[in-house]
């Protein structure tokens, strides 16, 4: 247990279809992340929130919808998505945004990832 | 463009000593994180290195050589749930996290 919870673990969706997944961590932290992993691909970060304010924002299609309502609180809204959307998304939390580099507090901690099919 | 290299996939016995190797070309350089994967798990920290040298964390020791753009993670003692992918990650000049594809890491009894 990291501390970080993400639901449904594992979800299927037809190309039409509108889902959302959620994440919630229990750390008092500041940063939130949703990355995606594909296999054998390095993880590909998505969306960074800090203070519930959207930091980053790597190029994503907007069928991939984030929204941060508080500082422990992260959706990914999902809309007419792609079979080559299919993969493990992950959230994660960090005490600072940054990435790391200056303290261990940029140390970011991971969900157990929501494992998405589309159809 | 940014780039880390990690073979993908190593095997080792039970009981012995593995190197997983990461090389890195960033813009700048602001620290070098080890991750841990279990299969269907979240990945979990095991390193932390900015300053070049030995880190040593129980079986598991981390290594980094900043001139060299290279890194390894060192496991000593090898243990079966020790099988698992190991994640590069390395912290640019912007302070953004650049990932490694991952070692997936076998262990044979």
């Known amino acids: 247990e990291t501390g970080v919870t993400q639901t449904p673990r594992h979800l299927v969706m037809g190309m039409t279809n509108k889902k959302s997944l959620k994440c919630e961590q229990h750390l008092g932290h500041n940063a939130m992340y949703w990355y995606k992993q594909s296999a054998k691909k390095p993880l590909e970060l998505m969306f960074v929130y800090n203070f519930k304010e959207q930091t980053e924002n790597n190029s994503v299609p907007s069928r991939f919808s984030p929204e941060c309502p508080n500082s422990s609180h992260l959706f990914l809204h999902l809309h007419t998505l792609q079979p080559e959307d299919s993969a493990l998304y992950l959230c994660a939390s960090s005490q600072d945004w940054g990435g790391g580099g200056r303290d261990s507090q940029e140390t970011q901690y991971f969900g157990p990832g929501t494992r998405l099919l589309v159809l | 463009g940014q780039n880390i290299d990690q073979p993908t996939e190593m095997t080792a016995t039970e009981g012995a000593i593995v190197q997983i190797n990461c090389t890195y070309q960033t813009s700048g350089f602001n620290g070098l994180f080890w991750y841990q994967q279990h299969a269907g798990e979240a990945p979990t920290f095991l390193s932390y290195n900015v300053l070049d040298g030995l880190e040593e964390k129980g079986r598991f020791s981390s290594f980094l050589s900043r001139s060299k753009g290279y890194s390894y993670l060192l496991l000593k003692e090898l243990q079966m749930k020790d099988s698992a992918s190991y994640l590069c990650?390395?912290?640019?000049?912007?302070?953004?996290?650049?990932w490694g594809a991952g070692t997936k890491l076998i262990i044979k009894p």
């Open positions: 990650a390395v912290v640019d000049s912007n302070y953004q996290l650049i």
